[in-house]
């Protein structure tokens, strides 16, 4: 496996960053303020077919590789732009692709390769079971030739954005299965259908502008064939997912990383107090040399993870590595650009509070930093596991 150390797929940068350039700070600011979803920019991203850069052209997608697919992310990052928008309209589709039978790839691929149907709602989380998917509380019985879905979801973000959501379910109670992880199947719910209709959506007033959601589902009715795979897998589905996800993710880390670090260069090199440039004292320059080396440490990672992956190597540990330092990058970078930006970094303008609070999300989110270190101590250093 060959890594690319340099500033690969230079088209890709080039047409991204051109894309990026209308949505500047203010048509983000103004969106946080509203609380509103980036249609605009989302659109420009499905219509440059970049969300279905994961889909193979056999499906009307472009087939592109995963480290094609970071670079993407980051770009749009990097250019201070948000992808947490729309992001889950690349990969959870993979969920299907893998898993789902010839009649629902051709059913759907395609639409989602053109951005025609969003397939950008997860719902897995849940408020009682936390991070602990296998004790999740939502049912699905199958009755005649429908399932009817019980339960409720927590923080399914872009649900209001999406036609579709992939969900997952327990179908054979825990009490009737050898491994607790057993009994869950994923289930592809067309929402379009059940909304109003056992389907409710209720939006989190959230820290940051995610478009996220409480779901409640009440004898929820889905059809036969909204299983995807084999009943009963679902929570093997989900984990073989989550690799790319954190791979995708990390990529958007590296992206907001380095796009703060150019914001506080420029800054500390522009502002003069006490007759210098505040950049000229270590005490600012320090943090922010800090930040760069930590996000191209963690670029490595990223590259490597991304290389294994698309070898068909296993890379769960890189994987994990990649999102736990360069989420911790971004978060270091996003610090030092606030101090150095002083009392400015609280002036919505200068986008740099707005970052910040995007950023901090990563260490929690899709998964958090200890459930990674507790990953890497179990999996890869074979110590005892700690839950
Ligand atoms: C903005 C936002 C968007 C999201 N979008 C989605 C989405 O689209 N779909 C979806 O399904 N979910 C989504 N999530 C949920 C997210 O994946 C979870 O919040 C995250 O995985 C953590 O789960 P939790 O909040 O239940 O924390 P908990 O599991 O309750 O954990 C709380 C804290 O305890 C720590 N902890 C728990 N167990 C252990 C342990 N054994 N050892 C050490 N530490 C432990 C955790 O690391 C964490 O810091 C989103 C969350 C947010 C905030």
Redesign the pocket.
Known sequence: MEIATNEDFPEIREAIARLCEPFDDRYWQDLDRRMDYPEEFVRALSEAGFLGALIPEEHGGSGLSLRAATVILETIHRNGCNAAACH?QMYIMGTLLRHGSEAQKKAYLPGIASGELRLQ?????EPTS???TSSLKTRAVKKGDRWIVNGQ??????AKQSDLMVLIARTTPVEEVKRRSDGLSVFLVDMREVLGKGLEIRPID?M?N?N?NEIFMSEMELPEDALIGEEGRGFRYILDGMNAERILISSECIGDARWFIDRASTYARDRHVFGRAIGQNQGIQFPIARAHAETEAADLMVRKAAGLFDAGEPCGGEANMAKLLASEASWHAGEAAMQTHGGFAFASEYAIERKWRETR?YQ????????IL?FLAHQVLGLPK??
């Open positions: 889950a709602a997860f719902g897995v989380t936390g991070t602990d979801k927590v923080w399914t973000s872009r959230a940051i995610h996220t999300l929690i989110a899709p998964i958090s930093t200890n459930l507790a700690s839950y």
